[in-house]
């Protein structure tokens, strides 16, 4: 098991080619973004321009954050360790991206219901008069340059650390570039008097970036509620998660086999088996990422198993006369309904050691012989 606040050296060495593109992104992007400020005017497609350079700085912001916390060690109040933060993280990016999306294209719908003119006006520079329209063209080409570099160089190391947020940010500095071009498309049709260019323009940058971000916020909503891991670009289940529930299901056929991401790391849970004594991780980890596979954890007999547990594997008998199925199954969570059940058994010497809860029911899984049973009762019913 990889424990909290170590990190791989494959993962390490890639992280440190990373961050400094993050770094270099805020820097070039922030630059790109106070131009677009500068020299928007009136221009919907150039407001949306700078409104999504501005946005994709989050991504970059939001994995610094991330992988500065993913190597401090576990710590009193966070006992597993800060990794699930790049998963929180993803869900930030992915939230301002949908939100993003959805207040474009509200602005642009709104530009062509109202069916407002947008002008381009001159502008006296050095001496001579010059029509504003060039200089936003101008800007617009010039800010298509970092993101279309900067993108290009995240991608591949995104696929190799199998980092949603980079993977996010290049996809956002793909969009930038192609936001460049698309506010050119609008700023020349204002020139020959298409009055709705601007918007159309607009309109197809916002629709992108709301697909993009909905299937984004899809997968890092899945992610922090330990659904299955998804593939890094699609939708789908992700492969080296499938090769590790296939080797899994195929060494203990009988099992209960679940799998969930914490950031870009895997983990198993195998319940309705007994655990081994040990276990080598390397024989069930993806092949070309064998770091990614961080935990393997056996549940106990029973826990996820809603079938009452017989009397002889228990190990005692809750008194004579009680019915099987109160010992297996509880409906309601009910304090005073448990009570009634130790009732009937000897208090002095039985307690509840293990139980499970859910919202449909509570199940005892194991007890032991404790000379507190009374006085554990009777704090539960307080309770």
Same mark, same amino acid.
């Given at each position: 098991?990889i424990h909290a606040g170590c990190i791989p050296e494959p993962v390490r060495q ?6 400094? *593109?993050?770094? &270099? ?9 106070? *131009?677009?400020? *500068? ?5 919907? /497609?150039?407001?949306?321009? #700078? ?6 700085? !989050? ?23 800060? $990794? =699930? ?27 062509? !219901? ?8 001159? !502008?006296?520079? #050095?001496?001579?008069?010059? &029509?504003?329209? &060039? ?14 570099? *900067? ?29 460049? +071009? @698309? ?10 008097? #298409? &009055?709705?260019?601007?918007?159309? /323009?607009?309109?197809?940058?916002? +629709?992108?970036?709301l697909r993009d971000g909905w299937m984004n916020l899809k997968k890092a909503g ?26 899994? @299901? ?17 983990? /198993? ?32 007999? #029973?826990?996820? %198993?809603? $079938? ?51 919202? %449909?029911?509570? =199940? ?20």
């Amino acid at each position: 098991m990889i424990h909290a606040g170590c990190i791989p050296e494959p993962v390490r060495q890639n992280l440190s080619k990373a961050r400094p *593109l993050a770094w &270099w992104t805020l820097f070039w992007i922030g630059n790109v973004a106070l *131009l677009m400020y *500068l020299a928007m005017g009136s221009s919907q /497609a150039m407001k949306t321009a #700078f409104i999504e350079d501005a946005l994709s700085l !989050v991504p970059s912001i939001v994995f610094l954050i991330a992988t500065s916390l993913e190597g401090k060690p576990a710590t009193k109040f966070y006992p597993f360790g800060f $990794r =699930r933060f790049n998963s929180l993280a993803f869900m930030v990016a992915a939230t301002a991206l949908l939100s993003i999306g959805a207040f474009t294209a509200f602005e642009a719908t709104m530009t062509l !219901v109202r069916m407002e003119h947008p002008t381009i006006g001159m !502008v006296k520079l #050095f001496g001579r008069e010059l &029509w504003l329209g &060039w200089i936003m063209i101008a800007a617009l080409a010039y800010s298509a340059v970092p993101p279309f570099i *900067l993108g290009r160089k995240k991608l591949p190391l995104a696929q190799e650390l199998q980092d949603k947020i980079l993977f996010t940010d290049a996809k956002t500095q793909k969009a930038d570039w192609q936001t460049a +071009l @698309a506010g050119i498309a609008g700023v020349a049709g204002i020139g020959f008097g #298409f &009055w709705w260019a601007d918007a159309i /323009a607009a309109l197809a940058i916002s +629709l992108s970036i709301l697909r993009d971000g909905w299937m984004n916020l899809k997968k890092a909503g899945a992610e922090l509620a330990d659904g299955l891991p998804r593939n890094l670009e699609h939708d789908r289940p992700d492969a080296d998660a499938e090769h590790v529930r296939r080797r899994l @299901a195929a060494e203990f056929p009988d099992a209960d086999i679940r799998m969930r991401e914490v950031g870009r790391y895997i983990e /198993a849970e195998v319940s309705g088996v007994a655990s081994p004594d040990s276990i080598d991780l390397a024989r069930f980890a993806p092949q070309e990422r064998r770091w990614r596979l961080d935990r393997i954890t056996f549940v106990p007999l #029973f826990a996820n %198993d809603r $079938r009452p547990p017989p009397r002889e594997e228990v190990g005692h008998q809750l008194g004579s006369g009680m019915p099987r199925h109160e010992m297996g199954q509880l409906n309601g969570n009910s304090v005073d309904r448990i009570t009634a059940i130790l009732k009937k058994a000897d208090r002095r010497n039985l307690m509840i050691a293990t139980a499970e809860t859910n919202p %449909d029911q509570f =199940r005892i899984i194991d007890y032991f012989v404790s000379p507190v049973a009374q006085e554990a009762v009777e704090a539960g019913r307080e309770r």
